[in-house]
């Protein structure tokens, strides 16, 4: 019965937070329904497109959901249940949701611009310019490290073409490729064709469990340098088509995975709960210095997306603001995704819960994968034929949200690189000369960051997914510094933002310290991996403190005219 409380009281907090925190953010940042968005303002058909409230929402959720919940409250799940539960709720609403709401409405009054474009207007140009390399090198970790996970899922490695009786990864591939497919058709038959949302969302669910069938009896198989090579032309394509094509479609239909996901798991839990197929065996606490390091601030990086996530202001501020038709729904979008997320990461710490015996004997390749035997194994013992269903649907859930995010990703890398090249008179590459015009080139752009990302993710180093919790993190208290800096210069209340934001910075530069006296210790025998690891870690450290003293210092000048 632990599992079915531990859920029960974070839901009951989180939906106490969101009608209360996020009702008094409302009020005090003045969110307006009657002044018109940029997605109305600057329709162009390819970008700022106006989406319906539930197809932003399934947008906005599958991309910024990806692996990070799953992945991150496991992990932390070696100092205990209490500590988890505590960081992912408490953060989530104070933390978490602050910052995505926070990112979400200050870009909407920005044109949608990024984070980098806000920050150029309140902090200057060259605070501007240094956020957006920092977010690009962010970017960079987000692309190298979700390519190796996508690709971890896909691959076979005895076996080429269509297959029967398909293992976990080959009916993740088929099902995967299939889902991209429907998504293209969803976005003509709802944009072109004029069918409405609730007939094609109907449609859309039901070839989705067509497609379930058929993926756990047909299978796709390839190496995996084959779907690496595959993984990068396909986010490619994604990250340069109309948003209707792609992005809204998939990360709408994916988003029917994720909350048939949670929904499954929390039956698992209480079928649990009733039956006892499964026992919640992590301690409540196991001390303050574990395997993985000291519970400050390891635990505050580790957990990640489950409470905090630097990613969601950039998808907040690239994607999803130039497709919000009214103001109104920032908040359940900006904020209520935040906690259906923090939700995920206690159900993922419930799942590792039972079976974590297995966990920290190393009996999995990956935490995606616990989670997934996890939660098959409320409904049935390992073997049975339930729970290898249900393992294998969890896994290709998993592998959904990662390449959704992966793509949303990609996208959001050629908006920040084109930035940096064009002049302030200039909207886009097509009023630059020279150069600049091609470097601002949407192409360039995306196929430079590509080859970057999908190299380093093909190279499987495991110090990739380190680094991209810390910086991850960083790029969070960097964020909320933004918006905290904007508020106080359009006279709004910002106080709110100050203890979140100087704790993850804090929090993360201090972890980014540790690694470099790690590394530089280690330095005889360092490998290719350590010296990529030292140096970006020293790099990010540098670009956070100047941007943290230019924020400081633009905070102070706000103080003295008010």
């Known amino acids: 019965m632990t599992a079915i409380l531990i859920i029960a009281v974070a839901i009951i907090i989180l939906v106490i937070g969101y009608a209360t925190y996020g009702n008094w953010l409302v009020k005090e940042w003045g969110v307006d329904p009657s002044r018109k968005t940029p997605a109305v303002t600057m329709e162009d058909g390819v970008d700022y497109v106006a989406a319906k409230p539930a197809v932003l929402m399934g947008h906005h959720f599958s991309s910024i959901a990806g692996a990070g919940p799953i992945n991150g409250p496991i992990q932390a799940s070696v100092f205990g249940w209490v500590p988890v539960f505590l960081w992912c709720v408490i953060g989530g609403i104070f933390f978490g949701g602050l910052h995505d709401f926070g990112s979400l409405f200050a870009s909407i009054r920005h044109d949608g611009k990024t984070v980098g474009e806000i920050i150029k207007d309140t902090m200057g140009k060259k605070a ?20 190796n996970v996508v690709a971890g899922t896909f691959f076979s490695a005895d076996r080429v073409g269509i ?36 007939p094609a969302t109907i449609g859309g669910i039901v070839c989705i469990l067509l497609m379930l069938v058929f993926g756990l009896n047909v299978g796709l198989a390839a190496s995996r340098t084959f779907w690496i090579v595959l993984i990068c032309a396909y986010i490619t394509i994604a990250s340069l088509v109309p948003v209707w094509i792609l992005l809204q479609p998939r990360d709408y239909l994916s988003s029917y995975l994720l909350y048939g996901m949670m929904a499954l798991a929390i039956i698992g839990i209480i079928i649990a709960g009733v039956t006892g197929n499964a026992s919640f065996t992590i301690p409540a606490f196991t001390g303050w210095n574990t395997s993985i390091g000291p519970l400050f601030p390891t635990l505050f990086i580790t957990v990640a997306c489950g409470a905090c996530s630097g990613f969601h202001s950039l998808v907040a501020t690239g994607t999803s603001s130039k497709q919000l038709a009214n103001e109104r729904d920032a908040k359940p979008i900006g904020y209520g995704s935040m906690l259906i997320e923090s939700a995920l990461g206690v159900v993922s710490l419930i799942a590792v819960g039972m079976v974590f015996d297995k966990y920290i004997g190393k009996e999995f390749g990956s935490p995606s994968v616990a989670f997934a035997a996890g ?32 793509d949303t990703a990609t996208r959001l890398a050629r908006f920040m690189f084109a930035e940096l090249f064009l002049k ?24 430079l960051m590509v080859v970057i990302g999908g190299t380093l993710g093909g190279l499987s180093l495991s110090q990739i997914w380190g680094l991209f919790g810390s910086a991850n993190q960083l790029l969070a208290g960097l ?16 106080k709110m933002f100050y203890i979140p934001m100087c704790f993850m910075l804090v929090a993360t530069i201090c972890q980014l310290v540790i690694t470099i006296f790690k590394k530089l210790g280690g330095l005889a025998t360092a490998a290719w991996g350590d010296w990529f690891q030292l140096i970006f870690a020293i790099v990010m450290v540098i670009l956070a403190v100047i941007l943290a003293i230019e924020g400081i210092q633009t905070l102070q000048k706000q103080g003295k005219k008010a």
Not at 131 to 137: I, K, M, P, Q
Not at 181 to 197: D, E, F, M, N
Not at 378 to 401: C, D, K, N, Q, Y
Not at 424 to 447: I, S, Y
């Open 424 to 447: 302030e008179d200039e909207a886009t590459w097509k009023d630059a000369t020279g150069a600049r015009r091609v470097l601002a080139h949407p192409l360039f752009g995306t196929l």
């Open 163 to 198: 297959t029967t009786n398909p293992s976990g990864n080959e009916t993740t591939a088929m099902i995967s490729m299939l889902f991209i497919v429907l998504a293209i058709i969803y976005g003509i038959v709802t944009t072109r064709l004029g069918v409405k949302t609730v």
């Open 479 to 494: 964020a909320l510094l933004a918006v905290c800096t904007w508020l106080g210069e359009v006279g709004k209340n910002n």
């Open 128 to 147: 501007g310019r240094l956020f957006t390399v920092f977010a690009l090198l962010v970017l960079i970790l987000v692309i190298a490290s979700f390519v």
């Open 375 to 406: 939660i098959a194994t409320m409904f049935g013992p390992e073997g049975s034929t339930i729970h290898g269903t249900i393992r294998a649907l969890l896994t290709l859930a998993v592998s959904v949200f990662a390449l959704t995010s992966l």
